[in-house]
């Protein structure tokens, strides 16, 4: 294992401050420094630039991004249990580290950043992880605060988000919506015995970058269309959604889309058309 820094091993840490990781809060740990080394470098040269990281409970991620030479660090803590093992990461890297103890649904980062651009890299919880992803890809700002995020999710949970029309089983509401702002793409995956305790499931990191112009689309027109149509997905549309705009045949003719396709035939870009033919049908 690589030697990033002269701080205690990371087991020896969770022994000193007893963090025993918590299923309730989606907790798994990551001890191995040559892979929270690797999750680092997968979000790009870190010199000089803002980060912020969301569960970083005794902090073997936040080690691995700081060693990088990032100029300021932001972490977002749920686990009161986990300040101490992070106050002694900060005081080793004075003035780089800065903590806030409370829970990332509830905490807007634009508010720490003072107008910063930042780059997110975070194993997140799994429990949080998906709703903290939409709610950062679907804020009405774009573009957004964010730079790029490098994430770690359940295996099918990266699968989801990255994929599209012609990978049918996962192709869904989440994989619209970030295929919509976002170019994702899975960079690796990290196998269950790297975590303490080893979850039931391999897990994937993902990098997503925002797309400047996405197609003008309301956000909320278009979680909806997506969740009428994948709601039903083995359905033709022109049933699917008729819970979403009751004449759906006369919809989707003036989208342009055949009736009778089924939710995962159409692209990313079609469901942008629906949502604008909806608007401008209900004006």
């Not at 194993?123 to 709703?131: I, S």
């Not at 970058?209 to 909320?220: A, L």
């Not at 009428?228 to 549309?237: C, E, I, T, Y």
Request: charged share 25%; glycine share 6%; aromatic share 8%.
């Amino acid at each position: 294992m690589a030697q990033i820094d002269n701080l205690p091993p990371l087991r020896e840490v969770v022994q000193t401050y007893g963090l025993m990781a918590k299923k309730s809060l989606g907790q798994n740990f990551l001890f191995d420094l040559n892979l929270t080394s690797r999750i680092a470098r997968a979000g790009g040269p870190l010199e000089g630039k803002t980060v912020v990281e969301v569960g970083p409970g005794p902090g073997g991620l936040t080690r691995a991004i700081l060693a990088a030479g990032v100029q300021k660090l932001i972490v977002i803590e749920r686990d009161s249990r986990c300040l101490p093992a992070l106050q002694e990461i900060s005081d080793y890297y004075p003035g780089k580290l800065e903590i806030i103890e409370g829970d990332a649904l509830e905490i807007d980062p634009r508010a720490l950043l003072n107008g910063r651009p930042a780059r997110i890299i975070s194993n997140l919880p799994y429990n949080v992880g998906t709703v903290l992803l939409t709610n950062w890809v679907s804020n009405p700002d774009w573009p957004p605060w964010w730079e790029s995020m490098t994430l770690m999710f359940q295996k099918e949970v990266a699968e989801r988000i990255v994929a599209d029309e012609s990978d049918t089983s996962n192709y869904g509401r989440l994989a619209v919506l970030c295929g919509w702002r976002t170019e994702a793409h899975i960079l690796f995956d990290v196998p269950p015995t790297a975590f303490v305790p080893p979850p039931k499931v391999t897990s994937s990191i993902v990098h997503l970058k925002p797309r400047q112009k996405p197609q003008e689309c309301s956000i909320q027109s278009l979680e909806a269309v997506a969740r009428a149509a994948f709601g039903q997905r083995r359905k033709m549309l022109r049933q699917s959604l008729k819970s979403f705009y009751g004449d759906a045949q006369k919809l989707l003719e003036a989208a342009g889309i055949e009736p009778t396709a089924r939710a995962e035939d159409i692209p990313v870009s079609a469901y942008v058309e629906l949502a604008n033919t909806f608007d401008r049908l209900k004006k």
